[in-house]
Structures are given as structure tokens and as C-alpha cells.
């Protein structure tokens, strides 16, 4: 027989095994999931949820795809927050800090309290990611947020109203677009492909017979 | 950190590391491949799959989950919207939010079409988001199209439409290219040069990745384009049924509020189904690596108006989904962990096949090792073989995991397991629907006028089986070229009158055929409630 605990979804009282997860545990509950779901593999950020064990003072966020039960836990799933998303177009910003003051100036009004960093479902430092922002750093800002699944929990945490997930956003993309080292290899092959270079090679592909095809397969180099 | 049931293999695993890593294990040759998938792919289990009594797929064999939706009734009858008042027109409908509809609207967007995404979760909830091993393109010097070309075929089973593999490896540097536009941050060297691995079944390094995130950095760099260009999303709106013309080319869809249910009509001049994979169908009850809403939608409503299916009876099962802990059951392990060096041991200690093989291969060999020569894991709740990840901290030095794959180690850690130093459980997961609606180049399908498709729902451009890193490249390739033609063709297209008849005419070739049913299609969300609702 499995041990079961007791969970409370928004309140209310549920006994579950202890081995599910928070989400799991919502569908043995009979929850049928629309919102505050997606992937079930931590990876779309979906899933925000905040709990607090009974008794407990401290406040705590994860992805409900990713964290067990425990018992006397109370649950409030966040299944949307209202992130600041700013438009702007990729090909005509700014790549020095005076976009983010532009884009996203309350980073500035940032109080260094480090609730967003205690929030994090992904253990990210994400104060440190918005100083770097500050300072216009944004590879330093791409690297230190990339695992960010923009859940938004820490935005829901922040005194000063920034939504880190979009600042952290601009900055990925400004760094893999701008100062990430350009690649020589791949221009050249978009330019030898426009060039019409292997029309004959895939030509003759496209007509090969089957059983030339498993001939050339089956004896193919394959690099070390 | 594994209880004590699991240390004495973990001991001879430990034990066998060394001379391991050294041993290069022998390719199988085409004649053992093909003994191994007869005996062993779920795929060639004939008992699991139903022949189709009605639709354009008449007489052609298909898993029985899937044969149960395309063959079930709508969930709406023509006169329960009002087709003559659409709540929303445009040039381009797009159904779906992951890669392929992003894709397909920032090109019909750049092309000056109007287009809409219309998606039954968020954008962005799709198999895209959790890709994680890589996306490949032929663009090293020692690489060519042509060779990406016979790797993709040959691992394929010889089976792909060669013309839409053609445009797939030879629009593949392009691709990159875009996505490095973009923003998208892949993993480089000093230089510049992209930092490329194997995948199973390629005679290239021609992996790129953004660490083990890679489809996670990918869609969210393209949905925060889609946002930029002010696209409207319509999210939590499924489409239920589409909506065809009097002369019978698509043009629009029935929309359903995913928590009002209220029911929408969107008119369009053209239509992109890219609504993704099957993975939540679970057929033969396999665990997936796929995210919520992976139910085939497009499928069903491709073939209720009549839209032909391709090779829709293969389904991908990824050699490597977690077999413990529980809690992550099913979810994927990336093949870039065997790109790394990580290779597959049993519970003895041996290794039991080249770790790169191709995917089907690989996932047979695996099901072979835990039934018939009894060499698995008892994990409590399955079986399971070895893949050592410790390998890979050894070959490529300490560190190499948490720069290359981090999201593979936070995913054990969670749950006590550190991937550094021990090794992890895994069995074949249910990750990618080979087959989907046939299309030509263009992306149109091959017998409904103005209804393209993009991504997982297309069928026979990886033929019956698909290497690693082909999907992300396909749906950013036929994604792109979907907007772009979708968006060319609406310049051109005169609406007819709209009309739900395929409804009636579909229920009566049910009715005609005998079947006896009670499901309604598409799926939509899969139940994992455990209680008795109303």
C-alpha cells in the first residue's frame, strides 16, 4: 500500500501518494488539466507554482512538473503572470546598455533584495543576470539566464516590478545576434548552395535506384 | 543517490567503465538491423494496429489509438456555428504554436500576409520547446547536402519522398543561419566555428546545439519574434474541425475556447496545420518524452476533410526515456548524451550495442536486452538498461556534463541522482510521429487545395524512421516555406461559400462502414485524472 500525505490544492484538503509529483497529484485529485500545463518536463515554465509547508515561515516557487508532494503542503498554482513584454525589432536596436533603458528602464529601480534569486524554479542567480543588464553585459546577462524557462515567479516576487525573464530575453538574443563570433563555415555553404554547388550531386540522389541507395548507405564513411 | 537493490550493477558497471570506454562495439549490419526491428520494434507488432474502414487511407493499417480517433465523430455539427459571420478573418490561418506555426508566421508576416496562430495551450507548449540534443545541417567542410541526404534516407529505411528530404538538407544551412538572426545562441568556439556531435545514424558531425536546451532556446527566441511582429496568438483555442469552401479548398477553421468551450469560426484563405505529434495517444501504453497536447489533432482534421495520411503506422520510440525515478518516467534523456560518449550497458556491465546507431535500432536493441536475453533493470516499475553517464565526465574531462547537457543533470538532481557520477536508467519512450499528411514540396497537401502543413504532422520527409536533429531542422524548414507559400498562395485565392458538409458526409461513411463509436475527435487534452468525473 503507498503512504499517502495530505496536500492542500488552493486550500482544500487532498490525500495523495506521496510519490507524485505536484501535477500528478492535481490529476489524482480529478484536476483535468488545461491551464498550468505544458510540457511535464520542466522545460516551458507552464507550471509556476508557489507552496508553503505548513508551519514553515519561508515561501517557496518550482515547476509543479517538478517537485514532489510533501505532506501539510499548501499549493496555489500560478499558471500566468502578467510579464511586461516589450516590442522591438531585432535588426534596429541599439547594442549598448541605453536599449535596456530604453526597453526596460525599472531594472534601474532594482532594490537588490534577491527575492527574485531565492524564487527561482531553476536556481538561477537572477539578480545578478538584471545587473548585468544594467551594465549593458548582456553575455554575461545570456549566460547566466539561459536555462531560464520564463515562468515568471520571480517577476511575481519583485518589489520593483521587473519582468527578468523578458529583460533576460533581450539579452540572449542581442548576444547570439550580435556579439556572438560570426560563422565563416556556414556563410560559405548558404553562399555554395545558393551557388547551385550540389544540384548535381542531389540531382543524382533524387534519380539513384533503391538499391544503389542502400549500397551507398551501407558503405558510407563515417567520421570518427 | 541509488537504493540498495540497484548498487550491485551499479558496481559492475563501475567495475566494467574503464575497459568500456575503450571498446569501440561493432555497427550491425543491414540484415541484423533488419532481424532486430522484425523482432523487436513496437512497430512491427501487428496486433497493435486496426485496419481504416473509411477515409482516404481505406484498406492501410495504422496503431490502433490512432485508427480509434480518425475514424470517431466531430464534436460539432455543421449548424452549431454561423459560418456566415466568422468572428476572425485572414490571409493565413495558422493551427499550432510550436516551431513550425512560429515559423510559418514570421515568414507570412514578412511576406506582408495577414496571419493569426490559433493554439489549444500557449504558444510555444509543444514537442519544440523540449528538444533538446540539436538541430543538423550539413555546413563543415567535410560535409555536404548530398551526404546529410543519404544518412537521412538510409536511416529512414529508404522510404522518404526524396523531394521534400532534397529541400530539408538543402535549405538546412539556411535554416541556421535565420535562426542565428534571430538571436538564437548556439554553442560555438572562440572563432565562430559551430561546436557540432554525432547523432545516431550520421556519418557527419553536423549536430548543433544551444547546450541541451536546444529546441527551449529555439522557440522562445521565435515566439518572442512572433510578439515583436504583433501576430495575434489566440491562445487556449483549439481548432476543432476545419472549414472548406463550396469548390472544396480550405478555408478556415472551427475554434473552441479550451475553458469556455465557446465556439469560434476563423475564414481563411489558406490554412497550416501544424499542430504537432501523437505522444499523448500512448499507443502499445508506452510512456512519452512529448509535451501535453501531443494528440494528432492535425491528423484528424487533415483526413475528416479528406487531406491523405503518409506511413502514419511508424512512430518513433527514443531508445533513451528516463525508467527511473518514476516521477520523470518516460521523459527524454537526449541522444546528445551518446553523441558525448555515454554508451548503453546492461545490467551486467556489458555493453550491448554501438551507442549510435539509429534510433529505431537502438530502441529495439534496448527492448531485446530486457526481454528476451533478460539483461535489464528491475526498476520497481519496469525494466531498464544502463547508460553511463560517468563515461562522458571521464572522456571529455569534469565539467563536460554540466557545460553541454545541464538540463539532463538539474533533471536527476531533483531527484538525488547525481549524472557525473553515476549512471542513469532508461528504456524506450514514445517520441515522434514519423508519419503524418502527405504533402508536396510547396508544403501543400496532395489532395486539399489551400491546406498546408509544417512539422510533425507532415509525414514522409524522414521516411519510417527519423534521425536526431531532423526535426528541429524540418520544422524551421518546411515551417518557413509553409508562411512563405501559404502566404503567396492567399494573394491569389476567391473564397467560395463556406460549408461544414464534410461533417455529415464523413458521419454517414461511419455509419455506412459499420464502426460503432462513441469517441469524438479530435482528442484535444489526454485524461490522466484518477477519479470518476461527470
Known amino acids: 500500500m503507498e503512504k499517502l500525505v495530505s496536500i492542500f490544492l488552493f486550500g482544500k484538503k487532498y490525500e495523495v501518494p506521496e510519490n507524485l509529483t505536484i501535477m500528478t497529484a492535481m490529476e489524482y485529485a480529478g484536476y483535468q488539466l488545461v491551464r498550468g500545463c505544458g510540457c511535464r518536463n520542466g522545460f516551458c515554465g507552464a507550471c509556476a507554482t508557489i507552496y508553503r509547508i505548513k508551519g514553515d515561515k519561508e515561501l517557496k516557487a518550482c515547476l509543479a512538473c517538478q517537485t514532489k508532494v ?16 516589450q516590442v522591438y525589432d531585432i535588426e534596429n536596436i541599439p547594442v549598448t546598455e541605453s536599449v535596456m533603458m530604453q526597453l526596460y528602464p525599472e531594472i534601474y529601480a532594482c532594490i537588490g533584495c534577491n527575492a527574485c534569486t ?105 567520421e570518427k | 543517490m541509488y537504493s540498495e537493490k540497484f548498487q550491485k550493477s551499479i558496481a559492475a558497471v563501475e567495475a ?21 526491428l522484425a523482432a523487436f520494434h513496437p512497430d512491427y507488432k501487428k496486433d497493435e494496429f486496426a485496419e481504416l474502414k473509411i477515409g482516404p487511407n481505406k484498406g492501410e493499417k495504422v496503431p490502433t489509438e490512432l485508427a480509434e480517433i480518425l475514424q470517431a465523430h466531430s464534436r460539432i455539427t455543421a449548424d452549431s456555428v454561423d459560418l456566415t459571420k466568422p468572428d476572425y478573418e485572414t490571409d493565413v490561418l495558422i493551427i499550432g504554436g510550436g516551431g513550425a506555426g512560429a515559423s510559418a508566421a514570421i515568414e507570412a508576416n514578412e511576406a506582408g500576409a495577414d496571419v493569426m496562430i490559433v493554439t489549444k495551450l500557449r504558444i510555444g507548449d509543444a514537442n519544440t520547446m523540449m528538444a533538446e540534443g540539436g538541430i543538423q545541417a550539413a555546413d563543415k567542410p567535410n560535409d555536404s547536402p548530398a551526404i546529410h541526404f543519404v544518412d537521412a534516407f538510409g536511416g529512414g529505411h529508404f522510404a522518404a519522398k526524396r523531394e521534400l528530404l532534397a529541400k530539408l538538407v538543402c535549405d538546412a544551412p539556411e535554416a541556421i543561419q535565420w535562426l542565428s538572426n534571430l538571436g538564437v545562441e548556439f554553442d560555438k568556439d572562440a572563432d565562430g566555428t559551430m561546436v557540432t556531435t554525432h547523432g545516431g545514424g550520421t556519418s557527419r558531425k553536423r549536430m548543433h546545439a544551444a547546450k541541451d536546451y536546444s529546441g527551449a532556446e529555439i522557440m522562445r527566441t521565435l515566439r518572442d519574434e512572433v510578439f515583436n511582429r504583433n501576430i495575434p496568438v489566440i491562445d487556449f483555442t483549439a ?65 475528416r476533410v479528406g487531406a491523405k495520411l503518409l ?44 551507442p549510435l546507431e539509429t534510433r529505431d535500432v537502438a530502441a529495439a536493441s534496448i527492448i531485446r536486452e530486457c526481454s528476451e536475453r533478460e539483461n535489464g533493470v528491475d526498476t520497481g516499475s519496469g525494466l531498464g538498461v544502463w547508460l553511463d553517464t560517468p563515461m562522458i565526465e571521464k572522456i571529455g574531462g569534469e565539467g563536460t556534463i554540466e557545460k553541454r547537457i545541464p538540463a539532463m543533470m538539474r533533471m536527476f538532481e531533483k531527484y538525488g541522482i547525481d549524472i ?78 463556406l460549408t461544414l458538409a464534410h461533417i455529415e458526409k464523413f458521419e454517414k461513411e461511419i455509419e455506412s462502414a459499420g464502426i460503432n463509436t462513441e469517441t469524438v475527435s479530435p482528442k484535444l487534452l489526454p485524461n490522466y485524472t484518477k477519479t470518476k468525473n461527470i
Open chain 1, 70 to 85: 510533501e505532506d501539510n503542503m499548501y499549493i496555489a498554482t500560478l499558471p500566468f503572470f502578467p510579464l511586461v513584454k
Open chain 1, 118 to 222: 531565492k524564487s527561482c524554479t531553476q536556481g538561477l542567480n537572477v539578480m545578478q543576470y538584471i545587473a548585468y543588464a544594467q551594465r549593458g553585459d548582456f553575455e554575461k546577462c545570456a549566460e547566466e539566464s539561459f536555462d531560464c524557462v520564463m515562468c515568471g515567479v520571480c517577476s511575481s516576487r519583485c518589489p520593483a516590478g521587473i519582468s527578468h525573464p523578458q529583460v533576460a530575453m533581450l539579452a540572449r538574443r542581442i548576444n547570439g545576434k550580435y556579439l556572438a563570433p560570426g560563422c565563416g563555415h556556414l556563410e560559405d555553404r548558404v553562399k555554395e548552395i545558393k551557388n547551385g554547388d550540389f544540384n548535381e550531386l542531389i540531382e543524382a540522389l533524387m534519380q539513384k535506384p533503391i538499391e544503389e541507395m542502400k549500397e551507398l548507405y551501407n558503405t558510407r564513411e563515417i
Open chain 2, 16 to 36: 566494467a567503465r574503464e575497459k568500456n570506454i575503450a571498446l569501440e562495439p561493432e555497427r550491425m549490419t543491414a540484415k541484423q538491423k533488419e532481424d532486430l
Open chain 2, 239 to 303: 481548432a476543432i474541425e476545419l472549414i472548406l469552401d463550396e469548390n472544396g479548398n480550405a478555408a478556415g477553421a472551427v475554434l473552441m475556447n479550451m475553458e469556455t468551450k465557446e465556439l469560434l469560426v476563423a475564414k481563411a484563405k489558406t490554412v497550416i496545420i501544424a499542430t504537432g505529434g501523437a505522444g499523448r495517444m500512448h499507443y502499445q501504453g508506452f510512456p512519452t518524452s512529448n509535451h501535453y497536447g501531443a494528440t494528432a489533432d492535425g491528423l484528424v482534421l487533415g483526413y
Open chain 2, 311 to 354: 506511413y502514419a503506422e511508424t512512430l518513433q520510440y527514443h531508445p533513451t526515456g528516463v525508467a527511473y525515478p518514476e516521477q520523470i518516467f518516460g521523459a527524454l534523456v537526449t541522444e546528445k548524451v551518446r553523441s558525448l560518449g555515454a554508451k548503453l550497458v546492461n545490467g551486467n556491465g556489458e555493453v550491448f550495442m554501438h
Open chain 2, 420 to 497: 557525473r557520477k553515476e549512471p542513469i536508467l532508461v528504456y524506450p519512450t514514445l517520441h515522434y510521429q514519423n508519419g503524418g499528411l502527405d504533402i508536396t514540396a510547396d508544403g501543400m497537401t496532395t489532395n486539399v487545395q489551400n491546406l498546408f502543413v509544417a512539422g510533425e504532422a507532415v509525414g514522409g520527409i524522414h521516411g519510417k524512421n527519423r534521425l536526431m536533429g531532423n526535426s528541429l531542422l524540418d520544422i524551421i524548414v518546411f515551417g518557413r516555406s509553409a508562411g512563405i507559400n501559404a502566404a503567396a498562395k492567399a494573394k491569389n485565392v476567391t473564397l467560395g461559400k
